[in-house]
């Protein structure tokens, strides 16, 4: 079972940054995707950013040009960098390993609450 842990979450006013963390229990170079998710209490989980192994991003509409999505291989550990951020990103925010291009095991991280506000 890999584990998967987020960290960087927390209150910050509009117009400001947040660096989200994703830590993975194995080398996340063997994962072919690394990807980012938001979620608002009462509505679904929505897809943010990824990070595919060829060295591959995207970004939702929402957030491209703000956000950033990188690797750190050698703390086996994803970044999400958000700047300009704006009371509609506040969410719990989770990572999700995908270990295959089609089927095989995902995991998710317990998720990190981030708080746009002033």
């Known amino acids: 079972q890999v584990h998967v842990e987020e960290s960087g979450g927390g209150l910050v006013q509009p117009g400001g940054s947040l660096r989200l963390s994703c830590a993975t229990s194995?080398?996340?170079?063997?994962?072919?995707?690394m990807k980012w998710y938001r979620q608002v209490p009462g509505k679904q989980r929505e897809w943010v950013a990824e990070?595919?192994?060829?060295?591959?991003?995207d970004y939702a509409n929402s957030v491209k040009g703000r956000f950033m999505i990188s690797r750190e291989h050698d703390k086996s550990a994803v970044i999400l960098q958000m700047n300009n951020l704006k009371p509609e990103d506040t969410a719990v925010y989770y990572c999700?390993?995908?270990?295959?291009?089609?089927?095989?095991?995902?995991?998710w991280g317990q998720g990190t609450q981030v708080t746009v506000s002033s």
């Open positions: 194995i080398n996340i170079a063997v994962m072919y995707a």
């Open positions: 999700k390993a995908v270990r295959l291009q089609f089927g095989g095991p995902e995991y």
């Open positions: 990070s595919i192994r060829d060295g591959t991003t």
